[in-house]
């Protein structure tokens, strides 16, 4: 019981012990460890879902003694196929269990032998084909497991990417592909990739009207009159909402603004995304400083399509709103990396360097060929910054 001078308050609480699978949070990011352990604590709600407050490390026992000291990770991604591997804390077997789908329904591979470094190749893969695999690692009665984690294999698109401003933009400051400016124009090039389109259109949309600009539904309406399947998903709680259909308004925001193009086409060179900061309106196209990113890549698109299939709650050409899900509620089943202008985690550079307050140039060793790489800046205390780097 605790009272004060104006109101009493009854505590009451339940010390809960229960079985869950350990997680260690690393960069904002819960990675499975891939063991049981017994978790005690204080049993209450949040905003009126359970929950446990652990009160000290004593409070996570492990059951297991092995454990994955590191996520399943991919690297050298080609169209035959890529490499997995993963850390324990002790020796043990190393095996992975993979499939095209999350059922991971082809027989188990075998890697490296009792090592706490284990190391299995996927080979003889086709391009942008998809993949789900798991981990596992056993030394006596004990194993340790990974998520089921989505890679998707290097495609035969062209990888090619242009950014188009409604401002005008610098180009001496450009050192590959240079961006395009176009004034007043970025609607008519929706349409105009809309109009192209010889497969299929999944649309992810927050806002979208046809006030002042190019008829974007007119065109999605004749690309479905062409025969192709057109897909939808937008935000219910926009001025706009009686151009879609319903949504379940406790979903919250649907803040995407991507258009795929042709993903399930056979042709590596028909699958576009078009993705970046505009909603598809007026003010959004032509006054509002935004960008768009077009970027022609079959496994990319494949990676969107998932995506937008998890909001869509369906693969076929209506939605099951019993199956869409949302925010919070969304999977990770989406390949993280993929092979898009060698953006695959690979190392290429390295530095030790102080860094000032103010700007920090820095001068690469080396030519890099035109492409998007990955910038990590790691401090000494063990945080990282990671940025995209466009040359």
Do not use: C
């Not at 993903?263 to 078009?274: E, G, L, R």
């Not at 190392?347 to 035109?370: D, F, H, K, Y």
């Amino acid at each position: 019981m605790i009272r004060s001078a104006l109101l009493t308050f009854v505590l009451s609480f339940a010390i809960l012990s229960l079985k869950a699978q350990l997680i260690s949070i690393r960069e904002g990011r819960l990675k499975s460890m891939g063991t049981e352990v017994t978790l005690t604590g204080i049993l209450s709600t949040y905003y009126d879902n359970p929950q446990v407050l652990v009160r000290e490390y004593g409070d996570l026992v492990l059951s297991s003694s092995i454990w994955l000291t590191t996520p399943l990770t991919v690297s050298n991604i080609t169209t035959q196929g890529f490499d997995l591997e993963w850390t324990t804390n002790i020796k043990g077997s190393t095996v992975l269990r993979y499939g095209n789908t999350p059922d991971l329904e082809l027989n188990p591979l075998e890697g490296t032998g009792d090592s706490t470094w284990h190391f299995v190749s996927i080979s003889g893969t086709d391009p942008s084909e998809l993949f789900y695999a798991q981990a596992i690692s056993v030394t006596g009665n004990d194993t340790a497991w990974s998520n089921v984690n989505a890679y998707i294999t290097k495609s035969n698109s062209s990888g090619m990417m242009k950014a188009y401003f409604n401002r005008t933009v610098d180009l001496s400051v450009s050192t590959g592909t240079d961006a395009v400016y176009l004034h007043h124009s970025l609607g008519d090039t929706l349409t105009a990739y809309i109009d192209r389109a010889k497969h299929s259109i999944d649309l992810a949309i927050y806002r979208s009207n046809t006030n002042g600009i190019a008829d974007i539904t007119a065109s999605l309406n004749a690309a479905h009159n062409r025969g192709l399947q057109v897909r939808i998903v937008a935000d219910w709680n926009t001025e706009d909402k009686g151009r879609w259909a319903s949504l379940d308004p406790d979903i919250g925001i649907m803040h995407n603004k991507f258009l795929i193009i042709n993903a399930m086409s056979p042709d590596p060179d028909a699958p576009y995304v078009w993705t970046g900061s505009t909603n598809f309106t007026e003010d959004q196209l032509k006054y509002h400083d935004n960008n768009v990113i077009i970027i022609q890549d079959q496994s990319l698109a494949n990676v969107y399509r998932i995506e937008f299939e998890e909001m869509f709650g369906s693969s076929g050409p209506q939605p099951d709103p019993t199956a869409a899900k949302f925010g919070a509620s969304k999977e990770d089943n989406t390949p993280a990396i993929l092979e898009v202008f060698s953006v695959n985690g690979r190392l290429i550079w390295s530095e030790e360097t102080e860094i000032v307050a103010g700007e920090n140039p820095i001068s690469l060793p080396q030519e890099l060929s035109r492409g998007l790489y990955i910038l990590q800046l790691r401090h000494e205390d063990g945080t990282e910054r990671t940025k995209l780097m466009i040359q």
